[in-house]
């Protein structure tokens, strides 16, 4: 996860309506959120090689692309929102346990709490994929789909982002979801499957 300083769409100069980053305790790298984290790594890693390769990365394009049956114009710029997203300091291989173990050393820090929400701006404008300030129950199925989890799912964890049932995910919602899923503990927390349902518990 690349940081990506871009303009918050607002949220900086509006009143939080929920927890900011660096009010949150410093995890301690429970099992549950180990298991959130290891569900996110096999969502990236598409092919299922115990890796995220640029591989992976293109399938999720094309896979979104395919869904939302997009144009070579709309792809390009999918394309190159999501380049920008991962970075040119991305390595070429990222295994399970690094992911985790990276994670849990990072979004403990005080710098990477501080711009937490432009990363999610950059995250959410991948899958506004009509640049409309919204996120449509298809945009959300396309990134279900292009993760390759069962776009069965994705209307319920769509139903649980969109608090105020308009039928939509706003940045705000969104930005609320995603820092519940990534910066809490709580097996029981509402958020918990925004990548889809989490893997069982290893041994």
């Not at 991962?86 to 992911?99: L, S, T």
Request: with cysteine; aromatic share 14%; glycine share 4%.
């Amino acid at each position: 996860m690349a940081p990506v300083i871009q303009l918050k769409q607002g949220l900086a100069k509006q009143p939080w309506h929920f927890r900011k980053p660096i009010e949150y305790p410093q995890l301690t790298g429970s099992d549950h959120w180990r298991r959130k984290m290891r569900t996110v790594f096999r969502v990236f890693d598409l092919n299922g090689d115990g890796c995220i390769t640029q591989e992976d990365k293109e399938e999720m394009n094309r896979r979104t692309a395919e869904y939302m049956n997009l144009d070579d114009d709309k792809t390009k710029t999918v394309v190159n929102q999501r380049r920008t997203y991962w970075g040119d300091e991305a390595p070429d291989k990222v295994f399970e346990n690094e992911f985790v173990e990276s994670h849990l050393v990072k979004m403990n820090e005080i710098k990477f709490r501080e711009f937490w929400f432009d990363i999610l701006t950059s995250r959410f404008q991948m899958m506004d994929l009509n640049g409309d300030g919204l996120i449509s129950t298809d945009e959300h199925a396309a990134m279900f789909y292009s993760y390759k989890i069962p776009t069965e799912h994705s209307k319920k964890v769509f139903d649980i982002l969109d608090s105020n049932n308009d039928g939509f995910i706003s940045m705000e919602e969104f930005s609320h979801a995603y820092t519940e899923f990534w910066y809490t503990e709580n097996p029981d927390n509402i958020f918990n499957e925004c990548y889809g349902p989490l893997i069982d518990n290893e041994t």
